[in-house]
């Protein structure tokens, strides 16, 4: 089992940066896909990013290419999420998740998730 820990969220203007970061408790955190979701009010969860237990393969939703990058270090046990040139469409709560086995883009197939952190763009 693993416990996950968002942090990092915040107010920005469009065009600036944050980054997200995941903090996942127990010893087995590199044996976990994991994802980073997001979820605006009155919308449905949605994938941003995901990332395999080795870190060699990611995915990314067509909205957040080349502004997102996901990342992760199982030495410290956590995964990363840094967002770039970020516009008022990214306003949204995001939540990290972890899963046994591949990496997954459909949020119920996940098994672990965080408590979430409210990430905010102003235009």
């Known amino acids: 089992q693993v416990q996950l820990v968002e942090s990092g969220g915040g107010l920005v203007q469009a065009g600036g940066s944050l980054r997200l970061s995941c903090a996942a408790s127990g010893r087995t955190f590199s044996s976990y896909a994991m994802g980073w979701f997001r979820q605006a009010p009155g919308k449905e969860r949605e994938v941003v990013a995901a990332?395999?237990?080795?870190?060699?393969?990611?995915y990314y939703a067509d909205s957040v290419k080349g502004r997102f990058t996901v990342s992760r270090d199982n030495a410290k046990n956590t995964m990363y999420l840094q967002m770039n040139s970020l516009k008022p469409e990214d306003t949204a709560v995001y939540y990290c998740a972890a899963r046994s086995g591949y990496y997954e883009t459909n949020h119920w197939k996940y098994d672990y998730w965080g408590q979430g952190t409210q990430v905010t763009v102003s235009s």
């Open positions: 990332i395999s237990w080795s870190g060699a393969n990611t």
